[in-house]
């Protein structure tokens, strides 16, 4: 009796043990790895995406490999090193819109799916390359939501526009950047903003140290104005607008700025104890742009279904008075 049962138990182990080491080898057989290449891994809006890709790779089960990539060189090493290691797709916001033929050619080469978030790639004539799944924000739209926000800062404030100097941070060799800042120039305009008094301070860089020394040149040359406002692509540029402006006493009371993004450049500014120039942000959605990117990408390569061809995400305008809730009714509300 007691042998017999002994039999059993190692029947049983053995079993186990089995499947246990054969478990392993299938699943290596069709593991999906995707890599998720971004631009500017420092910046918090592309940290967050890359958060939200890890989700979905733990839950459908596939390998994410997270690569900054801030030049072409870096873009065209890293999509062989992806092709080397056997992933089957990325996707891609890249350090410059205009490599696009040159990524769409390294891609096919090495026979992995694409797909581009943020930062839609063109042609040599400067059109979208409409072939490639793209997910992007609606960039007019949200710039406009950025001009209307400011707008109706000022009447609160009841401040004459013709004492106001809008900051219009650019960088107009990508097109996301140009339909923002132009939104939110047009919905200035549009509430009775003098076009006169938008002060064009491009920035080389998309990050806050490059908008506070364009802001800086817009600042110096224009003293004339008794308040300010600011806006550009992203929190980063607006941050960089609205430290420069303090750099010269202008703080809250005379400064509004708007960002478009919301990830931890602008929550830590509302964390800070007291207001400052920085108002509000756009709040737009890493988890779309990197959960909901990852989980197209991971269906082309498990079903062959491909990605709608182009997804465009709205947002939604914050201030440190409402952001808690706002980020709660975006799904964000966790980080
Ligand atoms: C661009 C900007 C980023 C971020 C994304 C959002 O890539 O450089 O800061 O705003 O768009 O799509």
Same mark, same amino acid.
């Given at each position: 009796?007691?042998?017999?049962?002994?039999?059993?138990?190692? &029947?049983?182990?053995?079993?186990?043990?089995? #499947?246990? $080491?054969?478990?392993?080898? %299938? /699943?290596? @057989?069709?593991?999906?790895? =995707?890599?998720?290449?971004?631009?500017?891994?420092?910046?918090?809006?592309?940290?967050?995406?890359?958060?939200?890709?890890?989700?979905?790779?733990?839950?459908?089960?596939?390998?994410?490999?997270?690569?900054? &990539?801030?030049?072409?060189?870096?873009?065209? #090493?890293? $999509?062989?090193?992806?092709? %080397? /290691?056997? @992933?089957?797709?990325?996707? =891609?916001?890249?350090?410059?819109?205009?490599?696009?033929?040159?990524?769409?050619?390294?891609?096919?080469?090495?026979?992995?799916?694409?797909?581009?978030?943020?930062?839609?790639?063109?042609?040599?004539?400067?059109?979208?390359?409409?072939?490639?799944?793209?997910?992007? $924000?609606?960039?007019?739209?949200?710039?406009?939501?950025?001009?209307?926000? =400011?707008?109706?800062?000022?009447?609160?404030?009841?401040?004459?526009?013709?004492?106001?100097?809008?900051?219009?941070?650019?960088?107009?060799?990508?097109?996301?950047?140009?339909?923002?800042?132009?939104?939110?120039?047009?919905?200035?305009?549009?509430?009775?903003?003098?076009?006169?008094?938008?002060?064009?301070?491009?920035?080389?860089?998309?990050?806050?140290?490059?908008?506070?020394?364009?802001?800086?040149?817009?600042?110096?040359?224009?003293?004339?104005?008794?308040?300010?406002?600011?806006?550009?692509?992203?929190?980063?540029?607006?941050?960089?607008?609205?430290?420069?402006?303090?750099?010269?006493?202008?703080?809250?009371?005379?400064?509004?700025?708007?960002?478009?993004?919301?990830?931890?450049?602008?929550?830590?500014?509302?964390?800070?104890?007291?207001?400052?120039?920085?108002?509000?942000?756009?709040?737009?959605?890493?988890?779309?742009?990197?959960?909901?990117?990852?989980?197209?990408?991971?269906?082309?390569?498990?079903?062959?279904?491909?990605?709608?061809?182009?997804?465009?995400?709205?947002?939604?305008?914050?201030?440190?008075?409402?952001?808690?809730?706002?980020?709660?009714?975006?799904?964000?509300?966790?980080?």
């Amino acid at each position: 009796m007691k042998r017999r049962l002994f039999l059993t138990l190692i &029947a049983a182990a053995t079993a186990t043990s089995a #499947s246990m $080491i054969a478990a392993p080898v %299938a /699943q290596a @057989a069709d593991e999906v790895k =995707i890599g998720f290449l971004v631009k500017q891994p420092e910046e918090p809006w592309f940290q967050d995406e890359w958060k939200f890709a890890e989700i979905a790779a733990k839950e459908k089960g596939f390998t994410l490999v997270k690569i900054g &990539a801030p030049s072409g060189e870096k873009v065209m #090493s890293a $999509i062989d090193n992806l092709a %080397a /290691q056997k @992933a089957q797709g990325f996707i =891609i916001c890249t350090p410059d819109v205009k490599l696009g033929p040159g990524i769409v050619a390294k891609a096919k080469a090495d026979k992995l799916k694409m797909m581009t978030v943020d930062d839609r790639l063109v042609d040599g004539s400067g059109k979208p390359i409409e072939s490639v799944p793209h997910m992007g $924000i609606s960039a007019y739209n949200i710039g406009k939501q950025v001009g209307d926000g =400011i707008a109706a800062e000022i009447k609160k404030r009841g401040w004459d526009m013709k004492d106001v100097g809008a900051i219009d941070v650019t960088y107009e060799q990508l097109p996301t950047a140009h339909d923002r800042t132009t939104g939110a120039t047009d919905a200035l305009v549009a509430a009775g903003f003098p076009k006169a008094n938008v002060i064009a301070a491009p920035q080389a860089k998309t990050d806050t140290e490059n908008a506070f020394n364009a802001a800086n040149i817009a600042l110096t040359k224009n003293p004339q104005f008794k308040h300010w406002v600011a806006y550009a692509l992203n929190d980063e540029g607006v941050l960089g607008a609205v430290r420069a402006a303090e750099g010269r006493g202008i703080k809250a009371d005379n400064m509004i700025g708007i960002g478009i993004g919301g990830s931890d450049s602008a929550l830590n500014e509302f964390k800070k104890p007291n207001p400052t120039g920085f108002f509000g942000t756009v709040i737009i959605s890493p988890k779309r742009h990197g959960e909901e990117t990852s989980e197209l990408m991971y269906t082309w390569i498990k079903d062959g279904k491909a990605p709608p061809p182009l997804t465009l995400t709205t947002g939604m305008l914050a201030t440190r008075d409402n952001v808690t809730q706002v980020r709660e009714q975006m799904g964000l509300a966790s980080k």
